[in-house]
């Protein structure tokens, strides 16, 4: 299993959860983060699992800093005994981001993997002065120029709930992956309801998908509960991998 296939790497659904997954959007939102965010804090507890197996949980927080006003996006990985052969209890994402009603500017994004190899971190610090990101990934720096609107894979996930927050209907994202900006292409399959062990939810169906890529996402997101996730699964070639599942979710 490795870190992509189990959205440890979007640990990327969570908010995608994500899962997600998180801007300019095609709808032509902006990203400068001016007015109040319409998204409150949370942190949620999912189930996780990979093609059929039980993997553990993985919570998912996203917080605003009192002093900064920016907010902060981290996730945390409790793996059961069969997936700590993939994955460390001490994996940890973390993101600083601006968030507000007009977009979402992601500031700092970092994924420790909780090993000793360190050629699976990734440590990015955006300069939207010069629109430029400099970064580590795979023990190797980089600088690289990005176009206005870019997100991390935390950040994505924030934007895409801002975008509904807001009314707005996204058709995708320029994604920062690594050390390339990649166009993710994102479109809505309907509503439908999700029985979790949180409750029951009318949902929004949302699908994203990366170029030249055989993986596709889907994130079903509740309005009643501001757009938090509230169930993900990857899929690839059409068949499921990754799942989570809301367990829990606190204000």
């Known amino acids: 299993m490795t870190k992509q296939k189990l959205c440890w790497h979007n640990v990327r659904a969570c908010a995608l959860a994500s899962l997600a997954l998180f801007a300019a959007a095609a709808s032509g939102a902006a990203a400068?983060?001016?007015?109040?965010?319409?998204?409150?804090?949370?942190?949620?507890?999912?189930?996780?699992?990979?093609?059929?197996?039980?993997?553990?949980?993985?919570?998912?927080?996203?917080?605003?800093?009192?002093?900064?006003?920016?907010?902060?996006?981290?996730?945390?990985?409790?793996?059961?005994?069969?997936?700590?052969?993939?994955?460390?209890?001490?994996?940890?994402?973390?993101?600083?981001?601006?968030?507000?009603?007009?977009?979402?500017r992601p500031l700092s994004y970092e994924l420790n993997n909780g090993t000793s190899d360190t050629s699976k971190d990734v440590k990015l610090v955006f300069d939207w002065t010069k629109n430029r990101v400099s970064g580590r990934e795979k023990n190797k720096s980089f600088e690289i120029d990005v176009p206005p609107g870019t997100q991390d894979t935390a950040s994505a996930q924030a934007a895409m709930m801002i975008e509904r927050l807001a009314g707005r209907t996204p058709s995708g994202f320029p994604i920062l992956t690594g050390d390339e900006v990649n166009d993710f292409r994102y479109w809505t399959e309907g509503i439908q309801q999700v029985v979790t062990p949180f409750g029951q939810f009318e949902t929004e169906v949302w699908a994203s998908q990366g170029p030249h890529s055989d993986r596709v996402l889907k994130v079903w997101y509740a309005p009643s509960l501001g757009y938090v996730p509230v169930q993900s699964i990857q899929y690839r070639k059409g068949n499921p991998e990754f799942f989570m599942k809301l367990q829990r979710l606190e204000r």
């Not at 009192?66 to 001490?90: E, M």
């Open 32 to 104: 400068d983060g001016s007015g109040p965010a319409p998204m409150k804090p949370y942190t949620a507890r999912y189930q996780a699992g990979y093609r059929g197996l039980s993997g553990g949980q993985i919570e998912c927080s996203f917080k605003q800093d009192s002093v900064t006003g920016h907010w902060i996006y981290d996730t945390r990985a409790f793996p059961n005994l069969l997936a700590r052969l993939a994955v460390s209890p001490q994996a940890h994402e973390h993101a600083i981001m601006i968030i507000g009603a007009s977009g979402v």
